[in-house]
């Protein structure tokens, strides 16, 4: 496709239920990252992918978080056990090739999850 | 620790009107920094950067940023804002070796007629 594009759009969930959200990242880009948008918190780092390495996990808040990459194109984002405080809106980049800050990284419209 | 401070959460500017956004970072070294725009319902645009170089950068929409190490600032500014600026901005920072960026908490732009 020509952008980033993160399914579903919305997701609504209660309490203590797992949530996975998907992110297809612009053809040919080998980096891939994950952040989450919270109100009064702005943008925070939450996993990162670069072709075939290891991920950087440093930025997840809780062992519930996990993420993985398959075929090194679309990735998942899973929340186990969810809480109200997971709430956010969850933005999806990707990045051409190194993976290194001088990338331009190009966001994906977001899933808005909501934690009943 | 690195951040990223965005001091306005919220400005109003008039149409026409010049702007400038404030965004002071700290890190250990000069850090790529960038300034990206996300207008309602729609993703984060990058409107420019800053690797190292000219201190003054231009970017898309007539916006540009000068970096300032000194202050360790990275200023946006447009010298006459349009409605359809009205929007969040998000000034933020990446360590050269690493591909996550640190992100300021936003600037919500409001633009008056």
């Known amino acids: 496709g020509a952008g980033v594009s993160q399914s579903p759009s919305n997701k609504v969930t209660e309490k203590g239920k797992d949530v996975e959200l998907r992110c297809d990242p612009i053809?040919?880009?080998?980096?891939l990252y994950w952040y989450r948008q919270s109100l009064g918190q702005g943008l925070e780092f939450l996993i990162y992918f670069q072709g075939n390495s290891a991920p950087d996990k440093s930025g997840l808040p809780s062992d519930r978080f996990s993420a993985e990459r398959t075929g090194g194109s679309v990735s998942t984002l899973t929340i186990q056990r969810t809480q109200q405080e997971d709430s956010a809106v969850y933005l999806c980049?990707?990045?051409?090739?190194?993976?290194?800050?001088?990338?331009?990284?190009?966001f994906g419209p977001g899933t808005r999850l909501l934690v009943l | 620790a690195q951040s990223v401070t965005q001091p306005d959460i919220h400005i109003t500017v008039s149409e026409g009107a010049s702007l400038e956004l404030r965004c002071n970072y700290s890190?250990?070294?000069?850090?790529?920094l960038f300034w990206y725009v996300q207008s309602p319902g729609q993703g984060l645009q990058l409107l420019l950067k800053?690797?190292?170089?000219?201190?003054l950068v231009q970017g898309i929409k007539g916006f540009e940023a000068e970096f300032k190490r000194s202050q360790s600032s990275f200023n946006l500014r447009k010298p006459s804002v349009h409605w359809s600026d009205a929007a969040e901005y998000f000034c933020a920072v990446g360590p050269p070796y690493r591909g996550a960026l640190i992100f300021g908490k936003g600037t919500t732009l409001s633009v008056s007629s």
């Open positions: 890190y250990g070294a000069t850090p790529y």
């Open positions: 053809s040919g880009h080998t980096a």
């Open positions: 800053y690797f190292s170089g000219d201190t």
């Open positions: 980049a990707s990045s051409l090739s190194t993976g290194g800050a001088q990338e331009t990284q190009y």
